[in-house]
């Protein structure tokens, strides 16, 4: 069973940065895509950003130019660099390791969440 563990979360002020990362207990980066999720109190769970084993990241609209998802592969680590941050971006920040269909891998593997707020 391979474990998430997310960390750096914190409370900023609007424009500021913060860098999330997520450590994995085994290496997944070159069998399932690699994502983080938020969810804001009171709202559904929506997708952030995406890497997939090509290494090519997908972002939401909302986070486009603002955040950036990368991976370090030795070291089993994800991040997500998030800047201009903005009060709307306030949510709960989830690590998932997440199928790859082309590759017929089933991964299903979630963290325990950072929280990110962000003041205005």
């Known amino acids: 069973q391979v474990q998430l563990v997310e960390s750096g979360g914190d409370s900023v002020q609007a424009g500021g940065s913060l860098s999330l990362s997520c450590a994995a207990s085994?290496?997944?980066?070159?069998?399932?895509?690699m994502t983080w999720y938020r969810q804001a109190p009171g709202k559904e769970r929506e997708l952030v950003s995406l890497?997939?084993?090509?290494?090519?990241?997908t972002y939401a609209d909302s986070v486009k130019g603002r955040f950036t998802i990368s991976q370090d592969s030795a070291k089993n680590t994800l991040y997500l660099q998030m800047s201009d941050l903005k009060t709307e971006d306030t949510a709960v920040y989830y690590c998932?390791?997440?199928?790859?269909?082309?590759?017929?891998?089933?991964?299903?593997?979630w963290g325990q969440g950072t929280q990110v707020t962000v003041s205005s």
């Open positions: 998932a390791a997440r199928p790859n269909y082309a590759l017929g891998t089933m991964c299903d593997y």
């Open positions: 085994g290496s997944i980066f070159t069998t399932c895509i």
């Open positions: 890497i997939g084993t090509g290494g090519r990241p």
